[in-house]
Nanobody
Framework: QVQLVESGGGPVQPGRSLTLSCAASGFTLDNYAIGWFRKAPGKEREGVSCISSRSDDGAKYASSVKGRFTISRDNANNTVYLQMNSLKPEDPAIYYC????????????????WGPGTQVTVSS
C-alpha cells in the first residue's frame, strides 16, 4: 500500500527553525519526485518545494520560501525532509507531502498519495 506520512510539525517562534519529515512506504522512493505543499485557513493550497527523483535534476522552491527552506531526500531511509529556517508569521499551515513522476510544476494534477499533513504554527 502506497503511503506518505508527514511528521515534525508543531509550534515554533518566529525566526526559529523546524524540520518536517515525509516517510514513504509501499513504493520505491527513488523512482518518484516528492513535493511539499501547505494549506493555510482561507487560502488555497500552495506548492512549497519539490525534489526530483534524479539527484542531478535538483529541487524547486516557491518564491515565498526560497533561501529559507531546504528540501532533501534519504532514499535509503525512504524519507524526504523539509528544513524550514527563519520561519515567518505567514508560514503557519498544514504541510502535506505528495508524489509525482516529475518535479516540474506544483499545479500538476498528477501529484498523488497525499499524506494526512502536519500542522506548523508560528507565534511568539
Amino acid at each position: 500500500q502506497v503511503q506518505l506520512v508527514e511528521s515534525g510539525g508543531g509550534p515554533v517562534q518566529p525566526g526559529r527553525s523546524l524540520t518536517l519529515s515525509c516517510a514513504a512506504s509501499g513504493f520505491t522512493l527513488d523512482n518518484y519526485a516528492i513535493g511539499w505543499f501547505r494549506k493555510a485557513p482561507g487560502k488555497e493550497r500552495e506548492g512549497v518545494s519539490c525534489i526530483s527523483s534524479r539527484s542531478d535534476d535538483g529541487a524547486k522552491y516557491a518564491s515565498s520560501v526560497k533561501g529559507r527552506f531546504t528540501i532533501s531526500r534519504d532514499n535509503a531511509n525512504n524519507t524526504v525532509y523539509l528544513q524550514m529556517n527563519s520561519l515567518k508569521p505567514e508560514d503557519p499551515a498544514i504541510y502535506y507531502c505528495a508524489r509525482d513522476i516529475w518535479c516540474s510544476r506544483f499545479d500538476r494534477p498528477t501529484w498523488e498519495n497525499w499524506g494526512p499533513g502536519t500542522q506548523v504554527t508560528v507565534s511568539s
